[in-house]
């Protein structure tokens, strides 16, 4: 498996415009976690999805903030409109459901909001 | 609330000797407590995870303990190498939301010759 793949990787985009970030989770994984990453904040929990359904959106920041998972290969997180606030590194996590299990991260994609 | 605290300072050591790191929380009664490494531009990647209801887990070179009393846990690498330098996270099981996690910030480990 090519694990957690992330796009795009780097993102650069101005105040005010709509940013989408991509996931594809590793296949047989039913728990996707979207977090940031910022030198303030840490790893930051921003929602997680079990089998597809949001279970916890509690650390979404905004209204400006949405995530889906359409299906259980794919999952997008949306920013409009971005700020610069917003900037930092973004990472998706999936892993088994339905108890201790490790989560698997993908390499993040770097946003930078002008 | 809950808090996670990791040591935000640096720890040096020399190649060889043991490294130590701290995690301690507050306001927390964890079922399992995780340990992650994360390289520069990289995400973090899962090392060892241990249950309440355990004291101590080995893997290799890596020891975790947990103490629930104390509300901490020690992560120990033996014979360190330069190559274990990185930043490592301890994580716990979130309350609200069962199978995600809470991160520390981390502490930051380098291994000189």
């Known amino acids: 498996d090519a694990g957690v793949i992330q796009s795009p990787r780097h993102e650069v985009t101005e105040m005010g415009q709509e940013v989408t970030l991509r996931c594809k989770p590793i296949?047989?994984?039913?728990?996707l976690f979207w977090y940031r990453q910022t030198m303030m904040r840490g790893l930051e929990l921003l929602i997680y999805?079990?089998?597809?359904?949001?279970?916890?959106d509690s650390g979404m920041p905004e209204d400006r903030f949405s995530a889906k998972m359409p299906n259980a290969s794919f999952s997008t997180l949306k920013i409009q409109p971005s700020e610069p606030r917003d900037s930092a590194v973004y990472f998706c996590?999936?892993?088994?459901?339905?108890?201790?299990?490790?989560?698997?991260f993908g390499p993040g994609t770097r946003l930078t909001v002008t | 609330s809950q808090k996670i605290e990791q040591n935000s300072e640096a720890l040096n050591i020399q190649e060889g000797k043991t490294a130590t790191l701290t995690c301690n929380y507050t306001?927390?009664?964890?079922?399992?407590l995780q340990w992650y490494r994360q390289d520069p531009g990289r995400g973090p990647v899962f090392l060892l995870l241990?249950?309440?209801?355990?004291k101590e887990k080995r893997k290799e070179r890596l020891k975790v303990t947990f103490d629930t009393t104390l509300k901490q846990s020690l992560f120990h690498i033996t014979a360190s190498q330069p190559a274990d330098s990185a930043t490592y996270l301890c994580?716990?099981?979130?309350?609200?939301?069962?199978?995600?996690?809470?991160f520390g910030k981390g502490t930051s480990l380098l291994v000189t010759p």
């Open positions: 996590a999936s892993s088994f459901a339905g108890g201790a299990y490790e989560q698997y």
């Open positions: 296949s047989g994984h039913n728990s």
């Open positions: 999805f079990n089998n597809n359904v949001p279970i916890d």
């Open positions: 306001n927390y009664s964890p079922a399992y």
């Open positions: 241990i249950r309440e209801n355990e």
């Open positions: 994580a716990l099981d979130n309350s609200n939301s069962g199978y995600a996690l809470n």
